[in-house]
């Protein structure tokens, strides 16, 4: 099984492919798309665009997303949730099931520790998947996604939203 993480951002949406055999984990690929200017619709056709492009060059079977949360403000919140739509809708776009983990759960499934900070997570990133080497902390984040996603596919009860 192939699974693509995604690290929701409106500037930097990172991803990152890993390929799952058994309980095997390796790296495949990892990026991220960008989006620049002060259009907002622009901004997310360029995230659309490039995630497409993504999907359709590492073709995956399986896609997992990062939950936001809520912080004090509002309308970086509200924009946020707009970038993890286009992460969301991507994926199905192209029949992929999507699952959905809290930061807490992909920290607690990555490292053992769900308030594990990010140097913590790359590292056992690193551990999981040797020798890869991170695009960015975003494209490291959506590693971790992907992991996440993995352990949690092969445990009954997964949220996945088709």
Known sequence: MRVLGIDPGLRTLGWGVI???GS????????????EGKDLALRLLALHS????????????????????????????????????IAM???A???LPVGEYAPNSIKKTVVGVGHADKGQVQHMVKMQLPGVVFFGPDAADALAIAICHAHHARAPGLRIRT
Request: proline content about 4%.
């Open 19 to 21: 390929e799952v055999d």
């Open 24 to 35: 095997r984990l390796s790296h495949v690929a990892n990026g991220h798309c960008v989006s």
């Open 50 to 85: 490039q995630l497409t492009d993504v999907v359709l060059r590492y073709c995956p079977d399986a896609a997992a997303v990062e939950q936001t949360f809520v912080n004090k403000d509002g309308a970086g919140t509200l924009k946020l949730g707009q970038a993890r739509g």
């Open 89 to 91: 809708l991507v994926p």
């Open 93 to 95: 776009q192209h029949g």
